[in-house]
């Protein structure tokens, strides 16, 4: 009979011992956030950071556990400056970090470069970019907490065709490969529904001057106006429409859905804007958010907070089901996790990674305030 050798009992218990080690769940489990956290951008960026942020104080007041243990979780925060570069260089440094997923990150450009990052390390990116070939980038890793910009070209288009009134149509974008194809697809959505686009035009990002553009929607009877521009951009068209005696016009926007816009929609018939981000207050949970948001960082939210903290509650349930902070793991259990989401209520990621329960709204201004009109992810 062979005698066992002590020097191989040891190194058999050492490999067991480091195969447990592999799957241990360590005392503080970080959770990256990826945003434009300075420059144009950063009050989004912010936005997304303290929804995150008031998740995780929630859970941890809350004894999070995994697997039956006490865990600690912790924010780790980067810039990416709305910068495909930065983004990519903040990815590499959230990975050395060693946090298990990122809410990362808002403009789609940034998303998809540093996407590859987060793939070759199994880690999952919860992005709210609406791009929609983020996920196309043959990564199990790129998930998406709303609908994509195909859904909101097909509300922009169908809806504008629907409005009461409108028989000729004018398509504008602002030449940026978002607002351009955008601009395209709603421009088809109108055609498929028997209705004449009568100007399509391309402009660019900071045209504020349409004093060429205002006669020709003049002389082709355009009666619903349907953009890709700015809110700044609108609001100067809307003066100058108004300055035309063009105020039976309707004006209907990809975007736009600002205060700012709010406040500048006077004098023309109507103005409206489709947004795949809803407001917190839109949703039955929304308003107790909103106090705990409002009392934790002395403001409300600007943008899509609610959506982060609910990605947060989203990822911990992930971290119970599989009783593990294993990046892969974590990722597979989003693929397949229904788990409850307390402000939008529902977020599912399907398989290739697109927002199941997504859906766009319709919003119109009403007394310097935006309304909801309709909401809908079959349109």
Not at 147 to 156: E, F, G, P, R, T
Request: a neutral charge; proline letters at 5%.
């Amino acid at each position: 009979m062979p005698r066992f050798r002590p020097a191989l009992l040891f190194a058999s218990f050492a490999c067991a011992f480091l195969l447990v080690g592999c799957n241990r769940i360590p005392d503080t489990v970080k959770i990256g956030v990826a945003q434009p956290m300075s420059g144009p951008l950063a009050a989004l960026g912010h936005d997304m950071k303290n929804g995150v942020q008031l998740a995780i104080d929630e859970l941890n007041a809350q004894g999070f556990k995994i697997d039956g243990k006490p865990v600690k979780l912790e924010l780790v925060a980067v810039d990416d400056k709305s910068n495909a570069d930065e983004g990519v260089r903040v990815a590499e440094s959230l990975v050395e970090a060693g946090v298990v997923a990122v809410v990362g990150h808002l403009n789609s450009g940034v998303s998809m470069a540093a996407a590859p990052v987060y793939a070759k390390n199994d880690i999952a990116q919860l992005a709210i970019s609406t791009k929609p070939e983020y996920t196309q980038l043959g990564h199990s890793t790129t998930l998406r907490l709303v609908s994509n910009d195909a859904l909101q070209s097909k509300a922009l288009g169908s809806y504008a065709a629907t409005l009461a009134g409108a028989s000729k149509f004018a398509v504008v974008d602002d030449n940026t490969p978002y607002g351009k194809g955008l601009a395209d697809l709603a421009a088809a959505e109108i055609k498929k529904a028997g209705k004449p686009v009568a100007l399509r035009k391309s402009l660019d990002d900071k045209t504020t001057d349409f004093n060429t553009l205002v006669p020709e929607l003049k002389a082709a009877g355009v009666d619903v106006f349907v953009t890709t521009l700015a809110d700044f951009q609108v609001g100067a068209l809307i003066e100058q429409l108004v300055k035309a005696e063009l105020t039976s016009m309707v004006v209907i926007g990809g975007d736009i859905k600002t205060p700012k816009m709010a406040q500048a929609a006077m004098g023309v018939r109507g103005v409206y804007a489709t947004s795949p981000i809803a407001d917190a207050i839109e949703f039955p949970s929304g308003r107790p958010f909103l106090d705990k948001f409002n009392s934790a960082f002395k403001g409300n939210p600007v943008y899509g907070a609610h959506y982060a903290y609910d990605a947060t509650y989203v990822l911990a349930a992930a971290m119970r089901r599989a009783g593990s902070v294993d990046p892969k793991k974590l990722t597979a259990q989003l693929k397949v996790i229904d788990a409850l989401a307390p402000v939008t209520n529902n977020m599912r990621f399907r398989e290739d990674g697109e927002q199941k329960y997504g859906a766009v709204g319709v919003y119109k201004v009403t007394r310097g305030a935006w309304e909801t009109v309709t909401r809908s992810a079959d349109w």
